[in-house]
């Protein structure tokens, strides 16, 4: 997972995902994109805003043992320690969690990648 604190021109997040072939079929690969959004969907209150992060699922994964459960135990951790890094990032530029900051060069450098 790669998450990129960007300027925060809108106050949205967003997510978006690479689903290799090397991980199955195209019904394979949709079931893992459809498990993983509804995963995020259900977390989405952990998700601070101006954030882009992009999952991409490693080859290991099996996709017939993937569940709503078994994406939950891989994606929170994750979604916390996102969050934990957000706030900590905005307090050291003085913004407020939620809100755009007003320097766009000190956001310009606040990217970070988090491994999962």
């Known amino acids: 997972m790669f998450v990129y604190f960007r300027i925060p021109e809108d106050l949205d997040w967003r ?15 949709n079931r893992v994109k459809r498990v993983l959004r509804e995963c995020i969907r259900l977390n989405q209150a952990l998700i601070p805003s101006a954030l882009d992060i992009v999952i991409v699922p490693k080859r290991h994964l099996n996709p017939e043992r993937l569940t709503l459960l078994s994406a939950n135990l891989e994606i929170l951790p994750v979604l916390e320690i996102i969050r934990e890094t957000a706030f900590s990032l905005r307090a050291h530029t003085g913004e407020s969690a939620d809100c755009p900051a007003s320097n766009e060069s000190s956001s310009r450098d606040s990217r970070t990648g988090v491994s999962a």
């Open 15 to 29: 997510v978006g995902m690479a689903v290799t072939k090397k991980i199955g079929k195209a019904v394979v690969r």
